[in-house]
């Protein structure tokens, strides 16, 4: 080797190592979504209807963030929030996409997601399970910062996979529709396990070299389709078939966690993996509104859909064992804003400053005291809200009566199930958290479409289908 040459890589690894030190290995981040999961339905919020020994360690591995939020009570807009660390509602990607429009709509192209910001930061990327921010070819994830892709683009989807049975492509609940890359792929299975499976090989893939995993199961949203393996371990006395489906979903998803958690015990990487788990919204609880999957966000008030807290306040972990406490609460407010703005940190990467979240890190060490946010708002059409210290104001929709409850005013800490109304003994709280909620909304733009008239009860004409998630059960071989 020409001697000046080795002097000049010798030069420069004796300039980085400091550097190398300074900065340690940096964390595999795996983000595990699920999707309409309620609040009251895993052990460690107090359900006792079907154990969930595998959510509640995870949980007891990390932090449990009893007051975890995210930025939209429906689908769509939540996962912008989250991938791109920003309020939705700044891009106006505030419904999910219009059905039958859906192809001109997605996650528009000049925000950046927390994918491309861990790729420029030398991350292996990867998506697997649901994408639901558009399925043009401008939209795909791979366009979107991610390497690597397996699951579907829409809103839901079935579990039970079937290879010979016929594909199909609509607007918002897709079967047999599974893609790897941009290639659809026949193949099957239940789409909880395949995630699980591709999500291992994923990690097995990166060797040495640090990735970012983002898990989208679709568990537990309907359809409630019962694989009789899970199926089978729901309580006897628990007769309502959908109710049956629902909990043979979270049964699954719950082994499922046990199974990537065994595995990255098994291949050393328990350390060295920062993962949050969180639900993209509330349980949908009631018939016949938004996908109702008969979640239970006790003892939380409202649904899937409403700003109410069981809309937005969803089951939300953070583990990072030896780095985080293990078995603490945190209970001051976080949203999942905060995971773009944590994983950048951690991987050492470049924090963009429009981002809205706040690096939770030292937060959750107990180093920093205070509250990593004064204000959180929220809007969603003419649904509003905003959440200061133990205040919470709400202007919620009621989907029966088609009406908004105008400014309501909740001490959470006193009344987490928003049961009193102090609006009318604290009217300067009111006037104070109105003017906050304002300011905030002159950052937002206005929709860049509306909801849909059969999905979303904040469209004027909406019209709920009654006839939607019929529990199914089949059994599939494994
Ligand atoms: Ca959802």
Not at 183 to 198: H, N, V
Not at 248 to 258: A, E, F, V, Y
Not at 321 to 349: E, F, H, R, W
Request: charged share 20%; proline share 7%.
């Amino acid at each position: 080797m020409n001697k000046r040459l080795l002097i000049s890589i010798l030069a420069l690894g004796w300039a980085l190592t400091p550097l190398l030190i300074a900065a340690g290995p940096r964390p595999n981040i795996l983000v595990i979504l699920a999707d309409d999961l309620g609040y009251g339905d895993v052990g460690v919020h107090g359900s006792r209807v079907v154990p969930t020994p595998h959510l509640d360690a995870l949980a007891a591995s990390g932090v449990r963030c009893t007051s975890g939020y995210v930025t939209a009570p429906i689908c769509a807009p939540s996962r912008a929030g989250f991938i791109t660390g920003r309020y939705q509602t700044r891009f106006g990607f505030e419904h999910n996409p219009r059905v039958g429009d859906e192809n001109k709509l997605g996650l528009p192209a000049g925000q950046q997601t927390l994918a491309d910001h861990l790729r420029t930061a030398g991350y292996a990327t990867g998506l697997v399970g649901k994408w639901h921010l558009g399925f043009s070819p401008a939209y795909l994830p791979q366009t979107r910062g991610f390497d690597d892709y397996f699951g579907f683009l829409v809103a839901m989807h079935n579990f039970i996979l079937e290879r010979e049975a016929a594909p199909k492509f609509e607007a918002a609940y897709s079967r047999n529709m599974i893609y790897r890359g941009r290639e659809r792929q026949k193949i099957s299975g239940y789409t909880t396990d395949l995630f699980t499976d591709e999500a291992l090989a994923f990690m097995d893939r990166q060797g040495e070299k640090p990735w970012f995993l983002y898990l989208a199961y679709n568990a537990v949203h309907t359809p409630l389709e019962i694989l009789s393996t899970y199926g089978d371990r729901v309580p006897a006395e628990i007769t309502d078939p959908d109710r049956r489906g629902y909990l043979s979903l979270l049964i699954g998803l719950d082994d499922n966690i046990g199974r990537i958690r065994t595995h990255l015990r098994e291949t050393g990487r328990e350390k060295n993996t920062l993962i949050f788990f969180f639900s993209d919204n509330g349980g949908a609880g009631r018939k016949p509104f938004l996908s109702y999957n008969t979640g239970n966000n006790a003892p939380l008030r409202g649904d899937k859909g409403q700003v109410l807290e069981g809309g937005i306040r969803v089951p939300f972990f953070v583990s990072w064992p030896g780095t985080l406490p293990a078995g603490a609460n945190y209970d001051k407010p976080v949203i999942s804003l905060d995971i773009a703005a944590t994983a950048i940190a951690a991987a050492g990467g470049v924090t963009p400053p429009d981002l809205d979240g706040k690096n939770l890190i030292p937060f959750l060490t107990g180093e920093k005291k205070g509250h990593p946010h004064d204000t959180l708002h929220w809007r969603l059409g003419p649904q509003r809200a905003t959440r200061s210290g133990n205040w919470k104001l709400v202007d919620w929709r009621n989907f029966a009566a088609k009406s908004q409850s105008g400014w309501e005013l909740y001490d959470l800490l006193a009344d987490v199930g928003e049961k009193n109304n102090l609006a009318a003994r604290h009217p300067a709280v009111v006037a104070e958290l109105a003017q906050a909620w304002e300011r905030w909304n002159e950052k937002n733009i206005a929709p860049r479409w509306q909801g849909s008239s059969t999905e979303d009860p904040t469209a004027p004409e909406f019209r709920p289908n009654p006839k939607k998630s019929p529990a199914t059960s089949r059994t599939v071989p494994r």
